[in-house]
């Protein structure tokens, strides 16, 4: 017997153990969610359900009351702490390190439930997703019903105006940033202005010499208290970002949790990039 089907086994008979007692809960109205990313908390919280929590990714920070919840794992979940906490849903993402952790949860019998990404279409997917999970549609659809309206709005004010020449960087050395297919590419575009690497999927590693040739009207980087000294080693005398277009660029900060996750928060930086392309 492979030690991958007995790892299997093992944590199905976890499950199994934590769970039967509880098998006559209503499947519509879970009351033990676990979150395997922090914008899927962040998304649990806004539909009003952040009680229900019993266990969260490791960057869970948002809103406050996420920090006190237990942690499952960061990047690599681990399946045997989520099965202990005896959830009747576990939230995960389309994309991510933890999918060996889901595929492990799927096969043990626990209910989980992938929500998509790629896009802001996603986004707002997601949530309607999550509350029908949770069993709280009507807060979904007024949740998702009042970010399209301020999505729209932003549409509105971005048409007819010039667009400025964009990179949206996640990560500052080497340079690494929003491609196409991603919801922050949507964030961009939607805002105003124009990615200069649209036409490349995913999130490109971009070189030294693309930044400080390519025509950079406007640079988007995330501010977090974590990563300050890898940015501003980059943006320093030597870094990879001080010299050329790119650090002649108009720049704008945006914090980190905000812009990163595909969560309700991403609305806001959405309105942000759209008063900047002005």
């Not at 969610?33 to 922090?38: R, Y």
Request: glycine residues 8%; neutral net charge; charged residues 25%.
């Amino acid at each position: 017997m492979s030690r991958k089907l007995l790892f299997v086994l093992a944590l199905a008979a976890i499950v199994f153990a934590c769970r039967a007692p509880e098998r006559g809960a209503a499947a519509s109205s879970p009351h033990r969610v676990v979150t395997l990313a922090p914008n899927l908390t962040e998304i649990v919280f806004a539909l009003g359900a952040g009680d229900r929590l019993v266990g969260v990714s490791e960057y869970s920070d948002y809103p406050d009351a996420a920090r006190s919840i237990p942690r499952v794992g960061g990047l690599e979940v681990d399946p045997e702490k989520v099965a202990a906490l005896r959830p009747d849903l576990v939230l995960a993402v389309a994309e991510g390190n933890a999918q060996g952790a889901v595929r492990s949860l799927q096969a043990a019998g626990l209910p989980v439930t992938v929500t998509p990404s790629g896009s802001l279409d996603a986004v707002l997917e997601s949530i309607r997703l999550v509350a029908e999970r949770l069993g709280r549609p009507e807060a979904g659809r007024r949740l998702v019903d009042e970010l399209s309206k301020r999505r729209e709005a932003v549409r509105r004010k971005a048409e007819g105006r010039p667009q400025p020449r964009a990179l949206l960087l996640v990560w500052p050395d080497p340079p690494q940033a929003a491609g196409g297919q991603t919801f922050l590419n949507d964030v961009l575009t939607e805002a105003g202005a124009r990615n200069l690497v649209g036409d490349r999927s995913g999130w490109p590693v971009l070189s030294k010499e693309y930044v400080a040739t390519a025509p950079i009207d406007l640079l988007v980087v995330p501010q977090s208290v974590e990563a300050r000294e890898a940015w501003e080693t980059a943006f320093g005398p030597e870094g990879v970002l001080s010299k050329g277009t790119v650090a002649n660029a108009r720049r704008i900060q945006v914090p980190e949790a905000a812009l990163t996750r595909a969560g309700p928060r991403v609305f806001d930086v959405l309105e942000k990039l759209a008063d900047a392309t002005r």
